[in-house]
């Protein structure tokens, strides 16, 4: 069984940078995309960002792209978020998310089979 813990989230000023970072246990990540969800305060969850199993090919939200880079380290079984510029409307619970398929959009809840606990971003104006 695939457990994801996210880490990393806290209390930034807007403009700043912040990484967040999501450990797998239990199996490789090497089976997996990974995408990164997110889900604010009576909103629905969304995604974010979303890397393939080979790191070949990434995926972004239109909010978030330009500001944000996904990025995996199989070696330590630990995918990041680098969010940069952050804005108060990053505001949320970020949740990671691991999709064993091998065919899928990389962008859907469905698609994906483990999440972790999630970890709180907030950002002040």
């Known amino acids: 069984q695939l457990q994801l813990v996210e880490s990393g989230g806290e209390l930034v000023q807007a403009g700043g940078p912040l990484g967040i970072s999501c450990s797998a246990s239990g199996r490789t990540l090497r089976r997996y995309n990974i995408g990164w969800f997110r889900q604010a305060p009576v909103k629905e969850r969304e995604f974010v960002a979303a890397?393939?199993?080979?790191?070949?090919?990434?995926l972004y939200a239109d909010s978030v792209k330009g500001r944000f880079t996904i990025s995996r380290d199989d070696t330590k079984n630990t995918v990041y978020l680098q969010m940069n510029s952050l804005k108060p409307e990053d505001t949320a619970v970020y949740y990671c998310?691991?999709?064993?398929?091998?065919?899928?959009?990389?962008?859907?809840?469905?698609?994906?089979?483990?999440w972790g606990q999630g970890t709180q971003v907030t950002v002040s104006s």
């Open positions: 890397i393939s199993r080979s790191g070949g090919s990434t």
């Open positions: 998310a691991a999709d064993a398929s091998l065919t899928g959009t990389m962008t859907k809840i469905y698609e994906y089979d483990y």
